[in-house]
Structures are given as structure tokens and as C-alpha cells.
């Protein structure tokens, strides 16, 4: 069974000591199995991410390219991302990772730094925000 429900994503990049906030809210669809949350995201009707979620990590998927970002506190995962100019690896390296469970609003949050080979290029927080919606 899935239920309707309101998503939002609120990041800070950090960079050269700069702060950049990014806020996306959309409406989605969610479900639980084996344990663990999904949540299929969708802006203007068409479905842009899909997330997972269990106690100990996140994958957030772009629908429109493949790319998973995998994030498991204390654990470094990579990420691959087309261009024109060819593929780009990326490196993610999750420090904290918090699941939150209260009534009707699942919340996640994970703190990683990016990395491209051995130069650091960011330190980012995400926040996931899940919330039923009222019929």
C-alpha cells in the first residue's frame, strides 16, 4: 500500500567558507517494505528521484540519469555523473547519518563532504523531510 505525501529536501553546501542553501519540495508517493522506507518523488507530475531509507543509510536515485548517491555514516561511496565532456566520479564521504520517526513525518539526515580524487570540494548536509498528506 502507498499513501500521497509531501517531500521536502533542504541542503547547505559549504565551500571555500561560502554557505549555499537549496530548498525542493514536491509531492510523492511512499511505502514501506522489509523495514525499509521509499519514497518515489515527484515534481509536476513526473517522478524525478526515488529514495530509500533504513536505519543506518540513504540512496537517493536521479530518475532522469541513473545516479545514485549512497550515503552510510562512516563509509565513502562514489557517484558517476555524464557530461559532455565525459563521466565525472565523485566521492561521498558520510560522517553522520539520523533517521528521525515521529507520527505521520519521517525525517533523515546526513552530514558527508565531497571529494573528486583526493581534492575536497564540499561539506554538505541534507535534510529529508517526509510528511502524509491530508486527504
Known sequence: MTDKVGITIKGIRTMDGEHECVEESGEGDYYRKNGKHYILWRRDGDMVKRIRIDDHSMTVTETNGGNAMDFQEGRKTTVAYGGPEGKLVLVLWT????LR???????AEVEYALYHGENHISDNKITVTVFLREA
Open 95 to 98: 560522517h553522520r547519518f539520523c
Open 101 to 107: 520517526c515521529r507520527e505521520e513525518v519521517l525525517e
